[in-house]
T-cell receptor, first 112, second 115 residues
Framework: QQQVKQSPQSLIVQKGGISIINCAYE??????FPWYQQFPGKGPALLIAIRPDVSEKKEGRFTISFNKSAKQFSLHIMDSQPGDSATYFCAASKAAGNKLTFGGGTRVLVKP | GAGVSQSPRYKVAKRGQDVALRCDPISGHVSLFWYQQALGQGPEFLTYFQNEAQLDKSGLPSDRFFAERPEGSVSTLKIQRTQQEDSAVYLC?????????????FGEGSWLTVV
């Protein structure tokens, strides 16, 4: 049972463009929604996270939008840079620090 | 060390062989997690420790998988009688406290290939 569905599987964007990744979840007990960035050969690293009491959170070029009624959330990467080329995972848990349920990942390639 | 340390980084095992994967969490971190990441997939939860207590092992795929953290710091994931479907990256992660609002930090993983 895939509790967190992520799309698209891959994405190519030009330098300076906007990358948008979408996730949908099923379990209404989830209360914490982080995004992780993973480079080849490395472990996932926390990028940004949101709780369902806010609809949007922005940190630098990264923004999470959250729609509680639709059970969907998305990551926007503004002014995408070649260094942003990585695999991005959305995740969900019942509280921050609890076990994470990950989406399938999105491979982002930013072309110079 | 500053981060979560895992060893070995790479392991090739013959089918049927037993393997042990080690995780050194960030010093002082109470919570420790193991995840399995198949090629091209997202990590999947295996088990969770709070100090030395294994509070959740619901993700362990079979009784061939066993994890321990006897002194509440270093943890070992053991896989007995490895099979080809066990080939994956095994990620260890730790966080400062129990489930009450802390970032989970991941190690770089142990890459297991079963031939």
């Amino acid at each position: 049972q895939q509790q967190v569905k992520q799309s698209p599987q891959s994405l190519i964007v030009q330098k300076g463009g906007i990358s948008i990744i979408n996730c949908a979840y099923e379990n209404t007990a989830f209360d914490y929604f982080p995004w992780y960035q993973q480079f080849p050969g490395k472990g996932p690293a926390l990028l940004i996270a949101i709780r369902p009491d806010v609809s949007e959170k922005k940190e630098g070029r990264f923004t999470i939008s959250f729609n509680k009624s639709a059970k969907q959330f998305s990551l926007h990467i503004m002014d995408s840079q070649p260094g942003d080329s990585a695999t991005y995972f959305c995740a969900a848990s019942k509280a921050a620090g609890n076990k994470l349920t990950f989406g399938g990942g999105t491979r982002v390639l930013v072309k110079p | 060390g500053a981060g979560v340390s895992q060893s070995p980084r790479y392991k090739v095992a013959k089918r049927g062989q037993d393997v042990a994967l080690r995780c050194d969490p960030i010093s002082g971190h109470v919570s420790l997690f193991w995840y399995q990441q198949a090629l091209g997939q997202g990590p999947e939860f295996l088990t969770y420790f709070q100090n030395e207590a294994q509070l959740d092992k619901s993700g362990l795929p079979s009784d061939r998988f066993f994890a321990e953290r006897p002194e509440g710091s270093v943890s070992t994931l053991k896989i007995q009688r490895t099979q080809q479907e066990d080939s994956a990256v095994y990620l260890c992660a730790s966080s400062l406290r129990g489930p009450s609002g802390n970032t989970i930090y991941f190690g770089e993983g142990s890459w297991l290939t079963v031939v």
